[in-house]
């Protein structure tokens, strides 16, 4: 069983340059203060930052502070940080382990492996298995003051999708269904998807064979790769080789277009600058690399310019004419060489291809690959069909297997529910006693399933927390799957009289189970020791959690936390588009 505890928790509005940190003890944190003086947001804020949703968040968040908790699980130390629907979890050296803004497909899984929360819940939409969302956790461990207290578990919202919710909830943390049992009914139903998926596959894989042998009749020949494999060895080399000679063919032929389409314009612009030869030759010699074309007016590579320098000597030009006009001679001449270079290449391929013509029944090259192709990919269909029937038969071995187990245990589970409840109705009948809250039926008391919200007032409240402790204990005694924080927003409902209100206060603490970390925020505390910290909101503190003197002391410590989240935030957004 993993051990969770609260250590810190920092708030931060960059908007407003306010901030606030509040430090928790590891026994037991007792926060007092009156009303609005920002109990709730702090109580609040610890389940946000994990992603759980809170039914009535308070006026707090519509600012959308940056919320830090420093958290253990066992000894190991961690952060995590939440700003609007992103979060990222960080290691006790300020390392990034994940940021994410999905809950159910990213931080859960997470905190489910973090927490060694190996059970998982259906999706009724779809009958997919989930894992626990933040809210399933920390359900059983937390009462919100806006909505815990007038029925058991709707604290959080957004959580009862899940098939079965409150009831798989009461079975895995009372230990009513043992957590062997939950591992083997998450492997029986994977596999049971996993058996329903490959059918899918199968029948579509089969369908797929079917039409192939429908419209590829068999062959007229029988390829013996005995007999064609010089034949074939020799064709690859050849092949291979001719394609390198037309690529380099076809480079050359490039080149040789650019050079003609060059000297083209070389000829018709030394022809219009004839008529006016001392002009273009004084331009062109201004610019070290460019010059504005006469013939078009663009910018032109400076590519004769020595030649136009030659042509300022008129005795020279018929020369220069008589050069371009040789260069594009040579150039015709070698294209014309080079397509029939080209066309030698396609007669050599056609000539290949007449290889494998010689053998018997005159298989052609087409022929030979194209049946080659169909036995592969009717090879291929047959061995996928096979893989495919092998899965869904080590599948359903899980399935049979599985099925034996949890029949096996199905006699002791019945034995330990049984236990498990009687145990159950013995805490209700001494917690309801406790706490004076009378108007409890018969049917609360021994059925952790039932309903507590018929009691009115603070009767109902004292009803709420005798059944909640009573969840805590059994969880803490028999299930054992997780020790996480108890958290308890305003136990002290419609202001009780100082007798019942320290009753409360004493019976919190004294039930507390042993090791396990409690965090209460209350308008008095009665004197109870809890073993712990008393944490005193300022009275003037009124709808002011956040303060300005404490933006200086705690933005440094946001600073790298911020930095990281906001980075891996636009790496993630920028991987999807």
């Given at each position: 069983?993993?051990?969770?505890?609260?250590?810190?928790?920092?708030?931060?509005?960059?908007?407003?340059?306010?901030?606030?940190?509040?430090?928790?003890d590891?026994t037991?944190t007792?926060?007092?203060?009156?009303?609005?003086?920002?109990?709730?947001?702090?109580?609040?804020?610890l389940?946000?930052?994990?992603?759980?949703?809170?039914?009535?968040?308070?006026?707090?968040?519509?600012?959308?502070?940056?919320?830090?908790?420093?958290?253990?699980?066992?000894?190991?130390?961690?952060?995590?940080?939440?700003?609007q629907?992103?979060?990222?979890?960080?290691?006790?050296?300020?390392?990034?382990?994940?940021?994410?803004?999905?809950?159910?497909?990213?931080?859960?899984?997470?905190?489910?492996?973090?927490?060694?929360?190996?059970?998982?819940?259906?999706?009724?939409n779809?009958?997919?298995?989930?894992p626990?969302?933040?809210g399933?956790?920390?359900?059983?461990?937390?009462?919100?003051?806006?909505?815990g207290?007038?029925?058991?578990?709707?604290?959080?919202?957004?959580?009862?999708?899940?098939?079965?919710?409150?009831?798989?909830?009461?079975?895995?943390?009372?230990?009513?269904?043992?957590?062997?049992?939950?591992?083997?009914?998450?492997?029986?139903?994977?596999a049971?998807?996993?058996?329903?998926?490959?059918?899918?596959?199968?029948v579509?894989?089969?369908?797929?064979?079917?039409?192939?042998?429908?419209?590829?009749?068999?062959?007229?020949?029988?390829?013996?790769?005995?007999?064609?494999?010089?034949?074939?060895?020799?064709?690859?080399?050849?092949?291979?080789?001719?394609?390198?000679?037309?690529?380099?063919?076809?480079?050359?032929?490039?080149?040789?277009s650019?050079?003609?389409?060059?000297?083209?314009?070389?000829?018709?612009?030394?022809?219009?600058?004839?008529?006016?030869?001392?002009?273009?030759?004084?331009?062109a010699?201004?610019?070290?690399?460019?010059?504005?074309?006469?013939?078009?007016?663009?910018?032109?590579?400076?590519?004769?310019?020595?030649?136009?320098?030659?042509?300022?000597?008129?005795?020279?030009?018929?020369?220069?004419?008589?050069?371009?006009?040789?260069?594009?001679?040579?150039?015709?001449?070698?294209?014309?060489?080079?397509?029939?270079?080209?066309?030698?290449?396609?007669?050599?391929?056609?000539?290949?291809?007449?290889?494998?013509?010689?053998?018997?029944?005159?298989?052609?090259?087409?022929?030979?690959?194209?049946?080659?192709?169909?036995?592969?990919?009717f090879?291929?269909?047959?061995?996928?069909?096979?893989?495919?029937?092998?899965?869904?038969?080590d599948?359903?071995?899980?399935?049979?297997?599985?099925?034996?187990?949890?029949r096996?245990?199905?006699?002791?589970?019945?034995?330990?529910?049984?236990?498990?409840?009687?145990?159950?109705?013995?805490?209700?009948?001494?917690?309801t006693?406790?706490?004076?809250a009378?108007?409890?039926?018969?049917?609360?008391?021994?059925?952790?399933?039932?309903?507590?919200?018929?009691?009115?007032?603070?009767e109902?409240?004292?009803?709420?927390?005798?059944?909640f402790?009573?969840?805590?204990?059994?969880?803490?005694?028999?299930?054992?799957?997780?020790?996480?924080?108890?958290?308890?927003?305003?136990?002290?409902?419609?202001?009780?009289?100082?007798?019942?209100?320290?009753?409360?206060?004493q019976?919190?603490?004294?039930?507390?189970?042993?090791?396990?970390?409690?965090?209460?925020?209350?308008?008095?505390?009665?004197?109870v020791?809890?073993g712990?910290?008393?944490?005193?909101?300022?009275?003037?503190?009124?709808?002011?959690?956040?303060?300005?003197?404490?933006?200086?002391?705690?933005?440094?410590?946001f600073?790298?936390?911020?930095?990281?989240?906001?980075?891996?935030?636009?790496?993630?957004?920028?991987?999807?588009?």
């Amino acid at each position: 069983m993993k051990t969770i505890k609260f250590h810190d928790l920092f708030l931060l509005s960059q908007s407003q340059e306010s901030a606030a940190h509040i430090e928790f003890d590891a026994t037991a944190t007792i926060i007092t203060g009156t009303t609005s003086a920002g109990k709730s947001c702090i109580l609040k804020s610890l389940f946000l930052v994990f992603g759980a949703e809170i039914r009535k968040r308070g006026i707090l968040f519509s600012e959308n502070p940056y919320i830090l908790l420093k958290f253990s699980v066992d000894d190991t130390y961690f952060y995590i940080l939440r700003k609007q629907s992103g979060y990222s979890v960080f290691d006790q050296n300020g390392h990034v382990l994940i940021t994410t803004t999905e809950v159910t497909k990213g931080l859960a899984p997470f905190l489910n492996e973090l927490f060694d929360i190996r059970a998982k819940l259906i999706n009724n939409n779809d009958n997919s298995l989930i894992p626990f969302l933040p809210g399933h956790i920390f359900s059983p461990f937390y009462i919100d003051q806006d909505s815990g207290w007038e029925k058991a578990w709707e604290s959080f919202s957004r959580i009862d999708f899940v098939k079965d919710c409150k009831k798989n909830l009461i079975n895995f943390y009372t230990g009513i269904k043992s957590l062997e049992t939950y591992g083997l009914e998450v492997e029986r139903l994977e596999a049971q998807q996993n058996v329903s998926k490959l059918n899918s596959e199968l029948v579509a894989t089969n369908k797929i064979l079917a039409a192939f042998n429908e419209t590829h009749m068999p062959a007229t020949f029988n390829p013996d790769p005995t007999i064609f494999a010089s034949e074939i060895d020799s064709l690859t080399k050849e092949c291979d080789l001719l394609l390198k000679q037309e690529q380099i063919k076809k480079e050359e032929l490039s080149d040789i277009s650019d050079q003609l389409s060059r000297i083209d314009l070389e000829l018709q612009a030394t022809s219009q600058l004839l008529g006016n030869l001392e002009v273009t030759a004084e331009n062109a010699l201004k610019s070290d690399e460019h010059f504005d074309c006469p013939l078009c007016g663009s910018i032109k590579d400076n590519f004769f310019e020595i030649a136009l320098r030659k042509l300022q000597d008129r005795k020279n030009y018929e020369e220069f004419l008589s050069e371009l006009a040789e260069r594009h001679g040579d150039v015709l001449s070698k294209r014309t060489k080079v397509l029939a270079q080209l066309k030698d290449l396609k007669a050599a391929t056609n000539f290949i291809s007449t290889i494998l013509a010689t053998k018997k029944e005159s298989v052609t090259l087409d022929d030979f690959i194209n049946e080659a192709g169909r036995r592969r990919y009717f090879v291929q269909l047959k061995t996928n069909i096979a893989e495919l029937q092998k899965n869904i038969l080590d599948q359903e071995k899980i399935i049979k297997k599985n099925t034996l187990l949890l029949r096996k245990l199905a006699h002791n589970s019945a034995d330990m529910k049984k236990k498990i409840l009687n145990r159950y109705h013995e805490l209700m009948l001494g917690f309801t006693s406790e706490l004076e809250a009378a108007k409890i039926t018969d049917k609360q008391l021994a059925n952790p399933y039932s309903d507590m919200s018929s009691a009115s007032g603070n009767e109902n409240s004292r009803c709420v927390l005798a059944y909640f402790y009573a969840i805590i204990t059994l969880s803490h005694e028999i299930a054992q799957p997780i020790s996480v924080p108890i958290v308890i927003d305003t136990p002290l409902q419609q202001d009780p009289d100082a007798r019942r209100g320290q009753k409360i206060m004493q019976f919190l603490s004294n039930h507390k189970p042993v090791g396990r970390q409690i965090i209460i925020a209350t308008s008095k505390d009665f004197g109870v020791d809890f073993g712990g910290k008393v944490i005193q909101m300022d009275e003037n503190g009124r709808y002011n959690l956040l303060r300005k003197e404490e933006y200086p002391r705690v933005e440094p410590f946001f600073r790298e936390f911020i930095k990281q989240h906001t980075d891996n935030m636009l790496k993630n957004k920028a991987q999807i588009l």
